[in-house]
């Protein structure tokens, strides 16, 4: 009877265990040619769960697209609340260069600036739409 009760805590430690890597990650993958060269279309990544506090310029984003919503956007963060407003954005942001971000706000780039719908052209996207920040590639 031991055994049996080990066997039962041990499954429900490993399954506790496997909840919480849940909540934590998720996998999504690339749609789309923005964030090459860095990814590429059907590349999987790894995005570990984060609020906006946690994103620092230069991390690789995912969140949930405001047009259409409901779909993922990876993008790469470029300037977080309380950054200064980069020049190249600053047109579709419609402030002055040097300005800051916004509480609740993100400035995003593509890596591929020609096939990226991003900050240059719809200015600042909403942190209340962060899913995460990317962790790592899980396949090439």
């Known amino acids: 009877m031991t055994g049996f009760v080990s066997t039962a805590v041990l499954t429900l430690v490993i399954l506790a265990i496997g909840l919480q890597v849940r909540r934590r990650f998720l996998v999504v993958t690339v749609h789309g040619v923005s964030m090459e060269p860095t990814y590429r279309e059907g590349e999987r990544v790894l995005v570990r769960r984060a609020p906006l506090a946690a994103v620092r310029p230069g991390q690789v984003v995912v969140l949930e697209d405001p047009v259409p919503p409901g779909q993922w956007i990876i993008k790469r963060a470029v300037a977080v609340p309380g950054d200064p407003v980069p020049g190249e954005v600053a047109t579709a942001t419609q402030v002055a260069p040097g300005s800051r971000v916004p509480a609740d706000c993100l400035v995003l780039l593509g890596d591929n600036p ?8 719809f200015g600042y996207f909403s942190g209340e739409r962060l899913l995460g920040v990317v962790s790592r590639r899980l396949n090439s």
């Open 114 to 121: 020609a096939a990226s719908v991003d900050s240059r052209r």
